[in-house]
């Protein structure tokens, strides 16, 4: 008789507790509504031990007054960021709880607020970019891809927005998730122009794109594909494991990648730019022959590939590789600047040569051969540094070093109208 009493007194005080969590929670309600969205989660606090304990339908409630005092106080600037994403976690377990119990009251208001949500993540972390606060962009575009992990393009923008960063330890994971997302990127946009705002605008499909144009909203339909990112993150990703020591680990990587996307050859010039990073030439220039196999007009491979023979010492390669990065870009500014330092080295023996000579009819005679090759070297030159200027006219190095060639050769006009440039 005496356990039935301890039973009864049990219920009873289970009762009392979920009496009280009501109480509480109709009074947080009331809070909120009054504005005191502190106020509410500091009642809310309180019930907090009890929720565990408490029916589905309390529990989705609490979790549900909970959430709108978190996104009260975001959109009231405060802590923006920790209560959109306190805001989040908790509708979420809010649609967990209605979810499991297959009865669903709120659920619907919170999916919405947790779309509401992303948005404003999204926006605050391009706000954030442009403020150059980009680890806190970082964060927020992480955020936002938590809220929806179909939507991996947050993923691949927080990644990269930890790198502008330069915080590589917030942006090695999100790399890693991404590889083994196996994530590429690639698709297409369509887009037209707003006749009322003038911006270009995005559309999911063509379709909706094509029947905001035939409704007169829009303008100037434009379809383009966008290129696989998979060469870019597997590339930052190995980039970021050489900076932390971890090489092997990088090479694995790429080389995971290559074997998992063998017809992606963004990722050759990736696996190649890892063994430039780490000086392994000959691997580097392996690879690179593989990726101009498959995109001979790359100009910038054919340039890299003049680099490093002039490194080397092998001039007559760079040479070569210079003109043909010219002659598949004549535009190539870096290319004619290369290809004048390069010919310019000639000078140095030239002038090593005439400053140990004496006075001699012999020396005087051999310095006037001497001084007219190093005129011949000026002169050759002159071309590619005048092309380089014309494409880069801001780069100092090169409006000075033509200056001094046309001072060493006593062109005084041309040293004159080029002075005035500068």
């Known amino acids: ?9 049990s219920a009873l005080l289970i009762s009392v507790a979920t009496f009280a969590q009501k109480d509480q929670i109709k009074s947080a309600e009331k809070a ?27 529990q989705a409630q609490y979790y549900f007054v909970q959430a709108n005092a978190y996104l009260d106080l975001a959109n009231k600037k405060v802590d923006e960021s920790k209560n959109l994403s306190l805001a989040a976690e908790t509708y979420k377990k809010l649609i967990d709880v209605e979810k499991a119990s297959g009865k669903q009251k709120y659920s619907t208001q919170a999916a919405t607020s947790i779309t509401e949500i992303k948005g404003k993540l999204i926006n605050s972390a391009i706000a954030d970019s ?14 936002a891809y938590l809220l929806d992990k179909k939507d991996t393009i947050n993923l691949y923008y927080a990644a990269s927005t930890a790198v502008n960063a330069q915080d590589f330890d917030l942006a090695l994971p999100m790399y890693e998730e991404l590889k083994k997302l196996n994530y590429s990127g690639k698709g297409t946009s369509y887009t037209a122009v707003n006749k009322i705002s003038g911006n270009e605008d ?19 339909p434009k379809t383009e594909a966008i290129p696989s990112k998979r060469g870019e ?8 494991l050489v900076q932390k020591g971890r090489s092997e680990d990088a090479k694995k990587a790429i080389a995971d990648a290559r ?80 290809l004048a330092a390069l010919k310019l080295e000639a000078e140095k023996p030239i002038i090593d040569e005439m400053n140990k000579l004496g006075t001699s009819a012999k020396d005087m005679k ?13 002169k050759g030159v002159i071309p590619y540094l005048k092309k380089a200027n014309e494409l880069d006219p801001k780069n100092e190095d090169v409006s000075k070093t033509l200056l001094g060639v046309y001072k060493a050769l006593e062109m005084t006009a041309e040293a004159k109208a080029l002075k005035a440039t500068m």
């Open 32 to 58: 909120l509504k009054g504005g005191d969205a502190q106020g509410a989660l500091a009642i809310l606090k309180d019930a907090e031990n009890l929720v565990v304990n408490a029916k589905d339908v309390e």
């Open 366 to 378: 051999r310095y006037d051969v001497l001084k007219a090759q190093r005129e011949n070297v000026f």
């Open 1 to 9: 008789m005496k356990s039935k009493y301890v039973i009864l007194a």
């Open 202 to 220: 995005g559309f999911n499909t063509a379709s909706e794109r094509d029947l905001a144009v035939k409704l007169g909203t829009h303008e100037k």
């Open 130 to 143: 442009q403020a150059s606060k980009h680890a806190d962009g970082a964060k927020k575009l992480y955020d």
């Open 259 to 338: 074997k998992a996307n063998p017809d992606d050859s963004s990722l050759i010039l990736s696996e190649a730019n890892l063994y430039l990073e780490s000086k392994d030439y000959e691997t580097y220039k392996k690879l690179v022959g593989e990726a101009l196999e498959k995109d001979p007009k790359n100009a910038d491979l054919v340039f890299n590939l003049g680099v490093i023979s002039a490194n080397a010492k092998n001039n007559a390669d760079a040479e070569k590789y210079y003109l043909k990065a010219i002659e598949i870009n004549p535009n190539y500014a870096n290319a004619y600047l290369n």
């Open 233 to 240: 993150i597997y590339k930052n990703l190995a980039l970021i």
